[in-house]
């Protein structure tokens, strides 16, 4: 069974361009959320998706943005990039029966960076 | 002001030693708490779940949250040199929320 997979493992950017990272879920997961973690920091809440829609947000300006498709895979595409935007992008997912669960499962993230 | 502040270390210590790592936060708010652990160049594990206060055993770990100080901590025995990675404290307000607020990660390294 494979675990939540991530792609690309790298990528680098310059300033302003536009990226496009992607997530396919743990098997028989339906929800998928987005952190953002900078080197020595622990992660930070960007969004997550349940049933093709943006359940809850963190504290990240409009640039990020997401999407998910009916087979739960998703999108996390940020605009305009900053070189502050440099981080560890990583994807987590998890089931949400109703009431849900903490029990989140963790990719192997994208590493990005902007030059 | 963080809401989640760990020591970021490093820690260093020798094998089979046990190995205490702490958080400490400020909003009263939380109710679910998470230890995970993170392999360079991996994504985060989870290791331990634990709701409102107590303690919870798994194996050679011990989970301890004392809501009444905002203090939670991790124990490791007999600590081994594959326990060496980065150990992160996570929380969340509401059970299924998802929305976890993580610490900065202690950096821990068990020296054979």
């Known amino acids: 069974d494979a675990g939540v997979t991530q792609s690309p493992t790298h990528l680098i950017k310059t300033r302003g361009q536009q990226v496009t990272l992607r997530c396919s879920p743990k098997?028989?997961?339906?929800?998928v959320s987005w952190y953002q973690q900078a080197l020595g920091q622990g992660p930070q809440f960007i969004f997550q998706y349940y049933e093709e829609e943006e359940r809850q947000r963190g504290n990240f300006p409009d640039r990020f943005s997401g999407h998910q498709f009916p087979n739960y895979s998703s999108e996390l595409n940020v605009n305009a990039l900053l070189l502050g935007d440099s981080a560890l992008y990583l994807c987590?997912?998890?089931?949400?029966?109703?009431?849900?669960?903490?029990?989140?499962?963790f990719g192997p993230g994208t590493r990005l960076t902007v030059l | 002001q963080k809401e989640v502040e760990q020591d970021p270390g490093p820690l260093s210590v020798p094998e089979g030693a046990i190995v205490s790592l702490n958080c400490t936060y400020s909003?009263?708010?939380?109710?679910?708490f998470m230890w995970y652990r993170q392999y360079s160049r991996k994504g985060p594990e989870l290791l331990m779940y634990t709701y409102s206060s107590g303690n919870k055993e798994d194996g050679r770990f011990t989970a301890q949250v004392d809501k009444s100080s905002k203090y939670i901590s991790l124990f490791i025995r007999d600590s081994q040199p594959s326990d060496s990675a980065t150990y992160l404290c996570a929380m969340d307000r509401i059970q299924g929320a998802q929305k976890l607020v993580f610490g900065q990660g202690t950096r821990l390294t068990i020296n054979p």
């Open positions: 098997s028989g997961h339906d929800t």
């Open positions: 909003n009263s708010a939380f109710q679910y």
């Open positions: 987590a997912s998890s089931f949400l029966p109703g009431g849900g669960t903490d029990t989140q499962y």
